[in-house]
């Protein structure tokens, strides 16, 4: 075996896998190029290229079963986008593919600078901290604390205490990092002394992976199915730095009216707490807008059931489902107009100074935008019209004149 096939990839090796992906040369000759096996570049492009929905406004649907169909309501179990051969297997990214400006599918772009940076932060992840936090350690100090003491091995503890999830060789490794040594345990406690080599002591509790069984896209086909007359609310988050703020959007599908609301924190408890003061505000017009929620599975909505049931007053308030990783195009309407957000608040825009005011100005214009799958009437009038201005007085949502409409960044006075 070549000796640099057990080496990690450098950042010399991803800008050559770059220059590769930008010649249109194929995942075989890259890896023959700089000496590498082909399933090592398939592997790097494939977890490191980045995703670049398409543009939905105008082409919602591109089904291969359209001209079959006639008419895509993209809820189909049938709904499958066309493939592209260069893109998902030969070459990997789209980097200055010369059908890049005509092609209507989803974009990856594989940039080596950012691979790097990815690789890294994984690479000192993985290896810092102990996989507890002190509330576990401590309880864990309790159990076996005076069992030592009485000479039991960690063996016989662990077989006679199951709710100790780590293994003995783990809790052999954390007395001789010395975790436990506020708590008297430490390597003379042990029965057999062991000896291993002394690990960072930084504690740090590791993300679990949530369980989405029932609530996956798949389900909420099926609910929708069952529950024709029940209407989809898609919900996100945009933002422009990752310490905040951040702002939740909503979008009615059927009416494609579309509102706002500042957070300072992304998390669940957070964005679920917007959920509670709308069922305060609208009171029974909640479950006619809110009751069928599909989101992305970002953290900020994992927990699904401060979502689904009221948590102050611990009551059933809806369903929420996800879509499946990195398929933005399943909650379409949101992504979409997220265009017309980006319009007044491009990316380096800092948003520190942001209102919920200046939010729910931002929106009535955007709602006032007429649209073509509407028949040229905006969200706002078709919202209007299903449901009356009480509901859109209460969301604090304006008419704004056609020609007052304004989609630029000076619409908003944040510096």
């Avoid at 076996?144 to 709710?163: A, R, S």
């Avoid at 896209?217 to 929708?224: G, S, T």
């Avoid at 979008?251 to 679920?272: D, P």
């Avoid at 319009?343 to 729910?360: A, C, G």
């Amino acid at each position: 075996m070549n000796k640099k096939y057990t080496t990690h990839l450098s950042l010399e090796d991803r800008k050559n896998i770059e220059l590769g992906i930008t010649e249109r040369l194929s995942k075989s000759q890259i890896a023959k190029k700089i000496n590498r096996n082909p399933s090592t570049i398939a592997k790097e492009i494939n977890k490191h290229r980045k995703l670049k929905p398409r543009n939905i406004f105008n082409s919602d649907s591109i089904c291969i079963h359209l001209k079959e169909c006639h008419r895509c309501i993209r809820k189909c179990e049938k709904y499958q986008e066309p493939t592209c051969l260069y893109r998902d297997r030969t070459i990997g990214a789209c980097n200055n593919c010369p059908d890049i400006k005509t092609c209507k599918l989803d974009k990856y772009f594989y940039y080596a600078s950012k691979a790097n940076e990815n690789y890294l932060y994984t690479l000192v992840d993985s290896r810092q901290g102990v996989n507890l936090d002190y509330p576990e350690l401590k309880q864990i100090a309790t159990i076996i604390k005076p069992l030592l003491d009485k000479g039991q091995t960690i063996y016989q503890i662990l077989e006679n205490h199951k709710e100790i999830t780590q293994c003995s060789k783990t809790l052999y490794t954390y007395i001789e990092m010395g975790l436990f040594k506020e708590f008297g345990i430490d390597n003379f406690s042990l029965k057999k002394k062991v000896s291993r080599k002394i690990k960072s002591k930084k504690l740090k509790k590791r993300r679990q992976p949530i369980n989405y069984k029932g609530r996956e896209y798949k389900d909420y086909l099926e609910y929708v199915k069952a529950h024709p007359l029940e209407h989809t609310t898609e919900m996100d988050t945009v933002y422009n730095s990752q310490s905040g703020p951040y702002i939740q959007t909503f979008i009615f599908e059927n009416t494609g009216l579309m509102i706002g609301f500042l957070h300072s924190e992304k998390t669940s408890v957070s964005m679920a707490s917007t959920l509670n003061n709308l069922q305060t505000l609208l009171e029974d017009d909640y479950y006619t807008h809110f009751s069928l929620l599909l989101t992305d599975r970002g953290a900020e909505f994992e927990k699904y059931d401060l979502f689904e049931n009221n948590y102050q007053t611990d009551e059933a308030r809806g369903h929420i489902f996800y879509c499946d990783p990195q398929r933005p195009d399943q909650k379409p309407h949101v992504e979409n107009n997220h265009n017309l957000v980006r319009n007044i608040l491009p990316n380096k825009r800092k948003l520190d100074k942001l209102t919920q005011e200046d939010l729910n100005l931002m929106f009535s214009h955007i709602n006032s935008v007429p649209r073509a799958v509407l028949g040229g009437r905006t969200p706002y009038e078709v919202f209007s019209y299903f449901y009356g201005d009480e509901v859109l007085k209460k969301l604090n949502i304006q008419r704004i004149e056609k020609d007052m409409v304004t989609l630029q960044p000076y619409l908003l006075k944040i510096q």
